[in-house]
């Protein structure tokens, strides 16, 4: 398929999306290695001040972000990037110590939180929204 008509179809199923979806609005994007394809948002973020809804639109996503990690995670775990590749070990290890970077008070592996806590929502860490 040419890249212009990837591009076509990619258009008219982003046009589509919107009438999809009930709600007062949403942003949607195609992503492709790494490429952004396409984009689109409609409808409010802030629906009773009337602020559009923007492609640059921050969303308290809360628990649905678990299940995304998670897909990602099996995915990399089953078939690594070339740079995890080349680093060469355990790539689950390679996520438990950029886990380490990213929460450096939160224990990880030997004894402390694993990726396996964290997928089976198990990690000890608090829900920001309790907070």
């Known amino acids: 398929m040419a890249a212009q008509d990837l591009a076509v179809d990619i258009d008219r199923i982003l046009a589509a999306v919107p009438g999809l979806?009930?709600?007062p609005g949403?942003?949607?994007a195609v992503?492709?290695?790494g490429r952004l394809l396409g984009?689109?948002?409609w409808g409010y973020a802030d629906l009773?001040?009337?602020?559009?809804?923007?492609?640059k639109t921050q969303f308290p996503i809360c628990s649905i972000s678990k299940?995304?990690?998670c897909l990602a995670m099996v995915s990399l775990l089953r078939d690594p990037t070339p740079l995890m590749k080349e680093r060469g070990g355990d790539v689950a290890k390679q996520f438990e110590d950029e886990l380490q970077k990213l929460l450096p008070n939160l224990p990880c592996g030997n004894g402390g939180v694993t990726?396996?806590?964290l997928y089976n929502m198990q990690s000890g860490i608090?829900?920001?929204w309790a907070m």
């Open 21 to 23: 979806s009930r709600g």
């Open 26 to 28: 949403g942003v949607v």
């Open 126 to 128: 608090r829900d920001y």
């Open 39 to 41: 984009q689109r948002a």
């Open 115 to 117: 990726l396996a806590d």
């Open 31 to 33: 992503v492709k290695d």
């Open 67 to 69: 299940q995304m990690v």
């Open 48 to 55: 009773d001040r009337r602020i559009p809804m923007t492609t």
